[in-house]
T-cell receptor, first 113, second 116 residues
Framework: DQQVKQNSPSLSVQEGRISILNCDYT??????FLWYKKYPAEGPTFLIS?????DKNEDGRFTVFLNKSAKHLSLHIVPSQPGDSAVYFC????????????FGSGTQLTVLP | NAGVTQTPKFQVLKTGQSMTLQCAQD?????MYWYRQDPGMGLRLIYY???????DKGEVPNGYNVSRLNKREFSLRLESAAPSQTSVYFC???????????????FGQGTRLTVV
């Protein structure tokens, strides 16, 4: 049973508009969340993270929102650029049995020029 | 600065063959990791090493062995390859001095392994 779910395998957005990538988790022991970005034929690269003591973290065009009660987080990219086209992985870790980093299956974002 | 380098990039094995995936990092990181990525799934941790001479099992260690040869190098060995081990393998490293998954990890380009 996947503990971190990215239910949208793909998303297309027009250049300049907002991209919203969603991630849901089931394990209430998760307390830290990360987003990684992956281009074809490359390894993932770290993008942004958020601790469960916060509900928002911003870094330039990228903002991650965390809704603990809904066990949901989202990554907003504003404005979207063609270079943002990549696969985005959500990952979560916590304490005890949830200590190991658990990745979602990824969302392919395509930003159309 | 090469970062994390994996070799080979592609490999085809026959069932039962053995091979070693090599990984080296030049960032003086303490921790190194091996992940596999299968279609429709996220990355899953196979083994990790928090320091030279230490290794620990991750989520999916069966069928694999690892060696932390020195601080730079962390190899993954398949002793008797099986079709279920067809996957893309990623090596990663981080500054963490123990298993700290919240610490940013730097990944290699991956090795695409097919077992027939």
């Amino acid at each position: 049973d996947q503990q971190v779910k990215q239910n949208s395998p793909s998303l297309s957005v027009q250049e300049g508009r907002i991209s919203i990538l969603n991630c849901d988790y089931t394990n209430s022991m998760f307390d830290y969340f990360l987003w990684y970005k992956k281009y074809p034929a490359e390894g993932p690269t770290f993008l942004i993270s958020i601790s469960s003591i916060k509900d928002k973290n911003e870094d330039g065009r990228f903002t991650v929102f965390l809704n603990k009660s809904a066990k949901h987080l989202s990554l907003h990219i504003v404005p979207s650029q063609p270079g943002d086209s990549a696969v985005y992985f959500c990952a979560a870790s916590g304490t005890g049995s949830a200590r190991q980093l658990t990745f979602g299956s990824g969302t392919q974002l395509t930003v159309l020029p | 600065n090469a970062g994390v380098t994996q070799t080979p990039k592609f490999q085809v094995l026959k069932t039962g063959q053995s091979m070693t995936l090599q990984c080296a990092q030049d960032m003086n990181h303490n921790s190194m990791y091996w992940y596999r990525q299968d279609p429709g799934m996220g990355l899953r941790l196979i083994y990790y090493s928090a320091s030279e001479g230490t290794t620990d099992k991750g989520e999916v260690p069966n069928g694999y062995n690892v060696s932390r040869l020195n601080k730079r190098e962390f190899s993954l060995r398949l002793e008797s390859a099986a079709p279920s081990q067809t996957s893309v393998y990623f090596c990663a490293s981080s500054e963490a001095v123990s298993y700290q998954p919240n610490t940013e990890a730097f990944f290699g380009q991956g090795t695409r392994l097919t077992v027939v």
